[in-house]
């Protein structure tokens, strides 16, 4: 199964995209469920303090809502990344990051040599 | 107008000697009896000043007082302090550029707009470099600033332009100030700040107008290997790097290119672009020096109270027109730079 990391922000605000592949019994015995635990974890009612899990596919056009990533606090400049595991995708802030996250992230980059391509994600 | 007074003696010496009935101590006796009435209410609306969780003037004038720690490649903070306020160089580039930058932030506020460091009350400036490995970012925490030293492909280390250094330091002006909400046109006008304060204090060093300064935002952290002169361009905002592996500047300049976007926290790196451009051609127009032009009335819009946490770019660029009217006068060329500005970049009709 494909996993597609898009990390967004910083101080320079360029969009890097990075992509692995996963055996389906990984995507569904690991990744998953953590992604469905970011959600769970976060009793927050605000968007803009949570992280989000939804559902790709199915109409994600309405953007304040889709991606408003964990990190509603006083950290400026921090990057914001999307994982999307199959259709499913979490968005998470550089400043919450979990361990098994992280080393996903590392295993992502060193999969992708020429990582690319720097087109901002989902400009409309 | 509030006036503090500094007191030198430490309040509770005060106390000892207005208790003190000895006749050949009398006099200092007195004066510190006095000292102490006086006092009362300076230590009440310092109390009251300090209280307030947002600052509208420098209330203690304090000096400046920077601290420069290294994280050793790891993500940790604050890391080991390598240089504190008067300390010598320390041999590393990260460390000292860091350090010097600090100042030259600190001193643009301080010497051009009397605001005692990024919170008006003297608070230290706390910095860590050398943070993570090949770690591509500098950003602000909320204390410190913390830079990175870059990947080495992409990006070099991150204090290398005076302009990341002084925008991360101006985050910290603004969460002292506004506080604007870090989403959509707020968000962007907090970064627009921290580029518009962070390109104002490398030009005041350099001593270059409006019409030499280069207008860019993080010249010089890009690799030889990088298509590009820097970050960002507040002259032409989405020409400051065409890349094959990082693609093209997407900052607009005007509304008509507004992006809708849900990543980088609704854009707020990328719409920045529209009041860095309105700043910059309010700064060409009025000429001469921006950090005393055009920089002062924006200083002056964001101290007055006029922008609320919540702020969208037409109800900025009205504090803005309002700020240049109570500054330069209604009518004055400056008032009318600064609507024609916002009116070409599309946010006011």
Redesign the interface.
């Known amino acids: 199964m494909r996993i597609e990391i ?1 990390r ?8 890097r995209t990075w992509s692995l592949e996963v055996s389906r019994t990984e995507a569904e015995q690991r990744w998953l469920p953590l992604a469905q635990a970011e959600a769970a974890d976060d009793p927050s009612d605000d968007p ?1 303090e949570s992280s989000e899990v939804t559902a790709t596919g199915a109409a994600t056009g309405a ?2 809502g ?4 964990r ?10 990344y ?1 994982i999307a595991i199959g259709y499913t995708e979490v968005h998470l802030s550089e ?1 919450h990051l979990a361990d098994p996250w992280r080393e996903l992230i590392d295993r992502a980059r060193a999969a992708t040599p ?11 | 107008m509030q006036r503090i007074h500094c007191s030198i003696i430490p309040p509770h010496l005060l106390t000892r000697l207005a208790a003190v009935r000895d006749a050949r101590l009398s006099v200092a006796s007195e004066a510190a009896r006095h000292a102490l009435l006086e006092l009362e209410p300076v230590l009440q609306s310092r109390e009251a000043a300090l209280a307030r969780p947002v600052r509208q003037g420098s209330a203690v004038m304090g000096t400046l007082t920077r601290r420069v720690s290294d994280a050793g490649g790891r993500e940790e903070l604050p890391g080991t302090l390598v240089r504190r306020e008067g300390g010598p160089p320390t041999g590393d580039a990260a460390a000292d550029e860091a350090y010097d930058g600090l100042g030259a932030t600190y001193r643009l506020f301080s010497e051009e707009y009397g605001r005692s460091s990024v919170d008006g009350a003297g608070r230290p400036l706390d910095a860590t470099v050398h943070y993570g490995a090949n770690y591509d970012n500098a950003f602000w925490d909320g204390e410190r600033m913390v830079f990175g030293d870059g990947d080495g492909e992409v990006f070099g280390r991150f204090t290398a332009s005076l302009t990341v250094i002084s925008h991360e330091l101006t985050h910290g002006f603004t969460q002292y100030s506004t506080n604007l909400e870090y989403q959509g046109q707020s968000g962007a006008l907090n970064e627009s700040l921290s580029d518009v304060f962070g390109v104002l204090v490398e030009q005041r060093e350099l001593c270059q107008d409006a019409a030499a300064a280069s207008w860019l935002v993080g010249a010089g952290i890009f690799t030889a290997a990088v298509e590009g002169t820097a970050l960002r361009s507040l002259a032409a905002p989405g020409t400051a790097y065409d890349d094959d592996v990082l693609g093209r500047d997407p900052q607009p300049a005007t509304m008509a290119d507004y992006v809708v976007t849900a990543s980088d926290n609704g854009g707020v790196h990328i719409n920045s672009g529209i009041p860095n451009h309105a700043f910059y051609l309010a700064a060409t127009a009025i000429g001469g020096r921006a950090w005393e032009g055009a920089g002062r009335i924006w200083y002056d819009a964001v101290l007055n109270g006029s922008v609320p946490p919540d702020c969208d770019f037409p109800a900025f660029a009205r504090a803005t027109h309002e700020s240049a009217e109570k500054r330069f006068g209604p009518g004055s060329p400056e008032a009318g730079a600064v609507v024609d500005a916002w009116t070409q970049v599309g946010v006011l009709p």
């Open positions: 898009t967004s922000g910083g101080f320079g605000g360029l969009t803009a953007p304040a889709a991606a408003a990533p990190g509603g606090d006083r950290q400026r400049d921090r990057f914001t999307r400043s020429a990582s690319g391509p720097g087109k901002p994600e989902e400009l409309l």
